[in-house]
């Protein structure tokens, strides 16, 4: 199986900020990864495909980069809906595997 | 557009057979490869498997030989059947669809709204 890392677990910013989220895969996924945004009590919603392919109808502050094993989520001018928490999945071979979470929380 | 609607029991005694339903509206199940994502209370996401309408079958290794997805091409809904519950299999289960057609390498772009199964007696 291909494990996900997600680094940090949790991190606390402001309205405006420039957060950045690292996902490590166990080894190379090539261009196979997927963000995700959950928000309590909701499913998770597809933020980017691909690494770096934004989905449809998501902001643009929202991007994603790397390739290979590692790779990042980056939301510049944090928003007061983005407190949420963001994992990332691979899809380059199954079982698919999804990252433990990071935790966006308003400090 | 596109919506999925889970259906399941709620409460489940331990060892007994859990069976969870997706019905799938605004689209045909004939196009994509449809999914169960399971997360447990304040845990992470884990994916359990997937099926094309064809009846191709992608199951997660640590669960495989609890668990048999299936679809129902007529009824427009897929289903999973996860057997010999226990509390550790207490969960929100998701269905989900991946997001290209006729391709399980990708991203889950629709997810339904979830449905508690609790083990417990």
């Known amino acids: 199986d291909i494990q996900m890392t997600q680094s940090p677990s949790s991190l606390s910013a402001s309205v405006g900020d420039r957060v950045t989220i690292t996902c490590r895969a166990s080894?190379?996924?090539?261009?196979?990864l997927n963000w995700y945004q959950q928000k309590v009590g909701k499913a998770p919603k597809l933020l980017i495909y691909?690494?770096?392919s934004l989905q449809s109808g998501v902001p643009s502050r929202f991007s994603g980069s790397g390739s290979g094993t590692d790779f990042t989520l980056t939301i510049t001018s944090l928003q007061p809906e983005d407190f949420a928490t963001y994992y990332c999945q691979q899809s380059y071979s199954t079982p698919l595997t999804f990252g433990g979470g990071t935790r966006i929380e308003i400090k | 557009q596109v919506q999925l609607q889970e259906s399941g029991p709620g409460l489940v005694k331990p060892s007994e057979t859990v069976s969870l339903n997706c019905s799938v509206s605004?689209?045909?199940?004939?196009?994509?490869?449809w999914s169960w994502i399971r997360q447990p209370p304040g845990k992470g996401l884990e994916w359990i498997a997937s099926i094309y309408y064809s009846g191709t079958t992608n199951y997660n290794p640590s669960l495989k030989s609890r668990v048999t997805i299936s679809v129902d091409t007529s009824k427009n809904h897929f289903s999973l059947k996860l057997t010999s519950v226990t509390a550790a299999d207490t969960a929100l289960y998701y269905c989900a669809r991946i997001r290209v057609p006729a391709v399980i390498w990708d991203a889950f772009d629709i997810w339904g709204q979830g449905t508690m199964v609790t083990v417990s007696s």
């Open positions: 605004g689209d045909s199940i004939s196009t994509y490869y």
């Open positions: 080894q190379s996924i090539t261009s196979y």
């Open positions: 691909a690494a770096t």
